[in-house]
T-cell receptor, first 113, second 117 residues
Framework: DVKVTQSSRYLVKRTGEKVFLECVQD?????MFWYRQDPGLGLRLIYF???????EKGDIPEGYSVSREKKERFSLILESASTNQTSMYLC????????????FGQGTRLTVV | AQKITQTQPGMFVQEKEAVTLDCTYD???????LFWYKQPSSGEMIFLIY??????QNATEGRYSLNFQKARKSANLVISASQLGDSAMYFC??????????????FGQGTILTVHP
């Protein structure tokens, strides 16, 4: 069965902390994505990766970085967490191609205090 | 750049009736894919249906169909015979097929559907 696993369901961090959100997929997918979901704004793409060590900025990359050292793992890094980064974060993966659906993790609700 | 617009923040429908959720898109790509996802209150993202830009027929999957009007750049989701379990958030998304949008998957703001008994 297809699986995308995010390391934490809930996370509380302090302002200024460095935060790592981890995502692992077991489907040998080339593409991986990080989104944040906020009420009224839908899902907004932060970064995506189309291969190991390859990344592309999404629509809202400011304040975030990513790492993809292995095909199955895609990490989202908040270098210095701020309260406006409090949100639901969703990771997804897919094969390459316009006709391939993305599979999502269960989400991480991050609160920055 | 590609963009999805969902103009209906909330929709209500009576059980067993049909409902249409609107989605318009903007892209300069010739090749692209359009997707609909459902997100129940549990938070999981469930893939519903896909339409390719070169597909001549509208996609259907059970009670879901996609009303694809390429010239108008719209990809509305039609749910027939609504059920209480259809109450959820629905997202439209586009996947780019070339240039700077290649592989990128962009979502809209979502529409909350409430099905009344």
């Amino acid at each position: 069965d297809v699986k995308v696993t995010q390391s934490s369901r809930y996370l509380v961090k302090r302002t200024g902390e460095k935060v790592f959100l981890e995502c692992v997929q077991d489907m040998d997918h080339e593409n991986m994505f990080w989104y944040r979901q906020d009420p009224g704004l839908g899902l907004r793409l932060i970064y995506f990766s189309y291969d190991v060590k390859m990344k592309e900025k999404g629509d809202i990359p400011e304040g975030y970085s990513v790492s993809r050292e292995k095909k199955e793992r895609f990490s989202l890094i908040l270098e210095s967490a701020s309260t406006n980064q409090t949100s639901m974060y969703l990771c997804a993966s897919s094969l390459t191609g316009v006709n391939t659906e993305a599979f999502f993790g269960q989400g991480t609700r991050l609160t920055v205090v | 750049a590609q963009k999805i617009t969902q103009t209906q923040p909330g929709m209500f429908v009576q059980e067993k009736e049909a409902v249409t959720l609107d989605c318009t898109y903007d892209t300069s790509d010739q090749s692209y894919g359009l997707f609909w996802y459902k997100q129940p209150s549990s938070g999981e993202m469930i893939f519903l249906i896909y339409q390719g830009s070169y597909d001549e027929q509208n996609a259907t999957e059970g009670r879901y169909s996609l009303n694809f009007q390429k010239a108008r750049k719209s990809a509305n989701l039609v749910i027939s015979a609504s059920q209480l379990g259809d109450s959820a958030m629905y997202f439209c998304a586009i996947r780019g097929g070339s240039g700077t949008s290649y592989g990128k998957l962009t979502f809209g703001q979502g529409t909350i559907l409430t099905v009344h008994p």
